[in-house]
């Protein structure tokens, strides 16, 4: 069974600027997960998808960071404009379902603001 | 997060010794998620607790929760250098998945 894809694997950018990622999930997962993990820490939630709807963006600093999950499959996070505090790694899940179920995640893309 | 407090923070150990690593939550824990990561990659799923009492192992890996459902316990039985990296808990509190701050483990040859 193929895995969480992410892409880019690394980014560089300046600050101010604007990136976006990548997340192809586990086929059929219905649930999707974007976390920030800044060095040193667990990783925190931004958004969760339920197919293409929004079940949770409580912690997504919307005056900068949208997601979307097209048709409920692919998803991509963007940064606009992207903050020094914004450097981290973006880890995105997928899940059969929301609660129970154990969520697979991919490599992650590592973001580096400068 | 704080829902979720793991201790200790780090660990160094002689390989073939023995150690655990703590999960405490401040609310009832309906599941409960046992991931390893190494630096800069993506978490590894290791075990799922869901019944207070439950016991899970894989390999050297025995993890439980307890049975009052706030604590889980990760224990390592005869450490390998293979075992090193950061043990994360993670739980449904608010029907989604949160993460403890991880423990980072350090397995001396």
């Known amino acids: 069974e193929a895995g969480v894809a992410q892409s880019p694997r690394y980014k560089i950018i300046e600050k101010r600027q604007s990136v976006a990622f990548w997340c192809n999930p586990i086929s059929g997962h219905a649930t999707l997960y974007w976390y920030q993990q800044i060095l040193g820490q667990g990783p925190k939630l931004l958004i969760q998808f339920q197919n293409n709807g929004v079940v949770d963006d409580s912690q997504l600093p919307k005056d900068r960071f949208s997601a979307e999950r097209l048709k409920g499959v692919d998803s991509t996070l963007k940064i606009q404009p992207a903050k020094l505090e914004d450097s981290a790694v973006y880890l995105c899940a997928s899940s059969l379902v929301s609660v129970n179920t154990e969520a697979f995640f991919g490599q992650g893309t590592r973001l580096t603001v400068v | 997060s704080q829902e979720l407090e793991q201790s200790p923070q780090s660990l160094i150990v002689q390989e073939g010794k023995n150690l655990t690593i703590n999960c405490t939550s401040s609310k009832t824990l309906y599941g409960l998620y046992w991931y390893k990561q190494k630096y800069g990659e993506g978490l590894i799923f290791l075990m799922m607790l869901q019944k207070g009492g439950e016991e899970k192992s894989h390999e050297k890996i025995t993890a439980k929760l307890d049975e009052k459902k706030q604590q889980s316990s990760l224990h390592i039985t005869a450490s390998q250098p293979s075992h090193a990296g950061i043990y994360l808990c993670?739980?449904?509190?608010?029907?989604?998945?949160?993460f403890g701050a991880g423990t980072r483990l350090t397995v001396k040859p």
């Open positions: 993670g739980a449904d509190i608010t029907n989604d998945m949160r």
